[in-house]
């Protein structure tokens, strides 16, 4: 059975369900940042995926990109699976932009994060929704 580890849960806030992954939002106002979170019991890695799932994993992060790509015309989209901290596999999908808070570096443990308002946290899942459902 699927459980989504406590610290992400706390992180983040939930987007949708693709048929991997559940997808969700980062609760950091700087940048545009999602995480895939693949909803398969017991996996660290993505070699942990069988073969299939790691095909629709590989469609959901160019899914992902897309639609960050849609919504925010980023300079970069940087994905990554480092489980250093969290060990349940999970894959970042972040929009870059020259000049946010850690350009040029990564954006894992750059200052301290900025949560959402409720009403900007509220815009941006019912927007990142509206462009999962539209493909």
Do not use: K
Request: with cysteine; proline share 8%; glycine share 6%.
């Amino acid at each position: 059975m699927f459980t989504l580890d406590p610290r992400l849960e706390n992180d983040t806030v939930p987007v949708t369900d693709l048929p991997l992954c559940r997808v969700l939002l980062m609760n950091d106002a700087r940048f545009p940042w999602l995480i895939l979170a693949p909803a398969r019991p017991d996996l660290a890695e993505l070699v942990d995926l069988d073969a299939a799932d790691r095909a629709r994993a590989m469609e959901e992060i160019a899914t992902a990109s897309r639609v960050l790509r849609s919504l925010h015309a980023p300079d970069r989209i940087n994905v990554g699976a480092l489980g250093n901290i969290v060990r349940q596999l999970h894959i970042h999908v972040v929009a870059r932009r020259a000049g946010d808070a850690a350009w040029p570096g990564p954006v894992w443990g750059q200052g301290t994060a900025v949560p959402y308002d409720p009403a900007a946290r509220a815009a941006a899942v019912s927007r990142l929704r509206a462009a999962f459902a539209a493909g």
